[in-house]
């Protein structure tokens, strides 16, 4: 009975006093945890649903708990008698009652004395006691979880894979795993067994490119190469419990703790073009598509019939032989094989890529037979397949320009794939000078020769061919769609007021209608606009090369006459600030669809920051040039005074400020200096008028405060920040996340640029339960105006520096 009551006693006071670890002469047991000393993580035992068996794993120390790591998923315990200790030769173990061992951690060399301690970071690391090292970690021995830091690799040189869970209920070996392939182009990979199941696209150094949208997920995501040259993937989150999961039925899920809840932030597969090979070599895939399999140009189904019963995996062959490959007796008199341009594109696999320029990786893949395709992204460069083209799919926005190798007989037959024909002559770019009037010249220039512009079956489109290029402030400027001025002037009742949706710096925008029936919005340069050509090529220069779900997309242009007009997509539901700031109408903007206005509207500003082939700074980000679709989702368009910055480029400066009063950050107004910080104060002027329905500029009537970033500085001084709140919206139940949008928005609108967090650091802020926020320093606004200074256009001089302010367009 002493010894009993001893042994309970020892039990009791080790659980007091080993809170993280696991000692020799401290073990714990069925009952029983440590935690991590930051209390974010534990290790202890747990069931299952629907399973009988007992386990030891490493979980999240949160009421809602999440599994991200297992010691004996192979051997559970049938009953409640099991203990966690350190065995006589060091290794930690997990015993049943009869002393057995189900599990351990099998380090081969003797340890004298060792300790087991679980990490904040979630890591349980074994010790060795004499000198302090580590022997053995549960990062380099994952099951299904991927934690911050963690390195996933191809499962060599210490760099391990997840394997998913069999079920949900048995955490046993399953049949998915996931990790990075290639050196030379890593990937992501989910196997089947074996086979490759989901893949991500090459790495491009900031991204993987075959993944749309990876702003969207904000996970900070790295792949870096180890002392051996084996590339590993790892991410890095902050606070956040955040964290990459492998499902048991191969699903590779991003999950977040939102309001207490885990959120799945992203998945893949997300649709069933995802699925590795989906329509089989030299097939391609397209989720909105029906059938969604279609063969590549030049290709035709393999096996008709089993194509026709959506048995894709066989896939397409050529339709006609390349040229290279005819019998050069016969084909001496065969013009030259070429290329037909795919956007959009998730690149096929087994991409080689050959570090030299987009000029010479047309010449080189077509002067080598077996070259079936290239293409050239920023970051990777030239990359080639030779053989198969395997794994292709449409992308619904970002992806990749590929260009696919056809005979020469297949190059005028492709309705809305663009030919590049490369004669043995002619090198394979033609370069024209831009002088203001590029369109109509190239259109007189190109009349009579064999590669014309394509006619659409409206013939209201012209298409400059791909691989003609001009260079506008450094950028390359390709594929401008063309509209003829009769074609919009038809589409908009020769541009009648009752069309007109609005004016601003740049001139009328007016709806139109294209003989298809597509609705466009035409933005047409009057002769009394504050912007001229420079703009308007910018514009077209930037955009152009955007693709993302919350950008609005550019559908051509026009030059023609004196004519400068570019044609968009039109968005029903007009601006923003249409919505906003109108009594009537700010009541359709109810809480969870401003939220859903902010996270596009960041996500986008970080595409064009981070996640797209050029970096973006748009210079005039507010809420007019927030334009909303029919679903009331947010599109920024307006990219006329957008800068594009080099790779390696943080900041530029100008002596020609252009910009919105309210919105422009005081280092761009005072100073001409731009950034990404300038673009993350807009966005916080944003924020702030989003939560309060309310102009930055409205408060020049009041006595107190001269902004609206004045009085949501003093409210929030006197911890009165919900009268801030726009009242037509106000919901006790959503405070929390109100008060942190607008912590947020005053984190951004911060007076100088290093104070302010980047968007992606924005991004995380608004959308995780982080229990700490950096307390906001004085924010940036501008001294009051009277009620005649409110809006104006024009230019004065402030420290020889020419500051031109355009009104809301």
Known sequence: MKESFLLLLACCFGVCIATDTITITQSIQDSETIVSSGKKFKLGFFTPENSSGRYVGIMYNVPKTAIIWVANRERPLNDSTGTVAI?????LAVLNGMKEILWSTNVSSSLATSSAQLLDTGNLVLKDESNGK???ESFEHPTDSLLQNMKLGAGTSGLSQLTSWRSPSDPSVGTFSVG???????????WNNSSPYWRSGPWSGTIFIGMPGMSSYDTRVDVSKDSSGSPYFTYHYGNAMIYFMLSSSGNMQLRALLNGDWTNYWSGPENQCDVYGKCGPFGSCNPHGSPICTCLPGFKPRDTKEWNLGNWTGGCLRKQLLQCERNQSVSGEDKQDGFLKLTYMKVPDFAEPKGISEEECLKDCLNNCSCAAYAVYNGIGCMQWNGILIDSAQLPYDGTNLYI????SELNTKRGSKAVIASTVAAAIALISFCGCLCWKWMAKQKG???????????????????????????KFEELPLFTYEALARATDNFQSNNK??????????????????EIAVKRLSNSSTQGIEEFMNEVVVISKLQHRNLVKLLGCCIEREEKMLVYEYMPNKSLDAYLFDANKQKLLDWRRRVIIVEGIGRALLYLHRDSRLKIIHRDLKASNILLDEDLKPKIADFGLARIFGGHQDQANTNRVVGTYGYMAPEYAMKGRFSEKSDVYSFGVLLLEIVSGRRNTSFYNDENEVSLLGHAWKLWNENEATKLIDAAIFDPGAITEMLRYIHVGLLCVQEFAKDRPDVSAVLLMLTSEISYLPRPKFPAYTERLGPSEKSCTGVYSSNNITLTIVDGR
């Open 449 to 475: 020769k064999e590669q014309q512009a394509k006619v659409s079956s409206t013939e209201e489109v012209h298409k400059v061919e791909d691989m003609i290029t001009v260079t506008v402030d450094q950028a």
């Open 501 to 518: 949706l609005g004016k601003g710096g740049f001139g009328p925008v007016y709806k139109g209608k294209l003989l298809d029936g597509q």
């Open 180 to 190: 990075l392939s290639g050196n030379q182009l890593p990937q992501l990979f989910i």
């Open 87 to 91: 065995l006589e030769d060091g290794n």
């Open 405 to 408: 190798r056809v005979a020469y």
């Open 134 to 136: 580590n022997k053995w």
